[in-house]
């Protein structure tokens, strides 16, 4: 079977998504803190349904390489699902 997004499991062996993965595969066109935010708000809780990270991220900007910490998340499977649905596109 080919796995469409990669999945992880955790130490309870909950299965996992990385929400910017799952974002960029539904083809979200929205910034993915906008788009989290919103989905956020169908009731889903904090360390119950997704794990909150902060994540360094290095982008090159002009000739520099510029570091950033950015939000991601580690969301359930059911919530992964749940927002796959939620998003009415083909995919």
Excluded: C, P
């Amino acid at each position: 079977m080919e796995e469409l997004v990669k999945i992880n499991e955790n130490e309870k062996g909950d299965i996992l998504i990385n929400g910017r993965e799952l974002h960029q595969f539904l083809e979200v066109k929205t910034k993915y803190i906008d788009w989290i935010n919103r989905m956020l708000e169908y009731g889903f809780e904090e360390n119950v349904d997704f794990i909150e990270l902060n994540e360094l991220s290095q982008k090159k900007e002009g000739s520099r390489i510029v570091e950033r910490t950015v939000k991601n998340h580690m969301l359930k499977i059911s919530m992964a699902k749940e927002l796959a649905m939620l998003q009415r596109n083909e995919i």
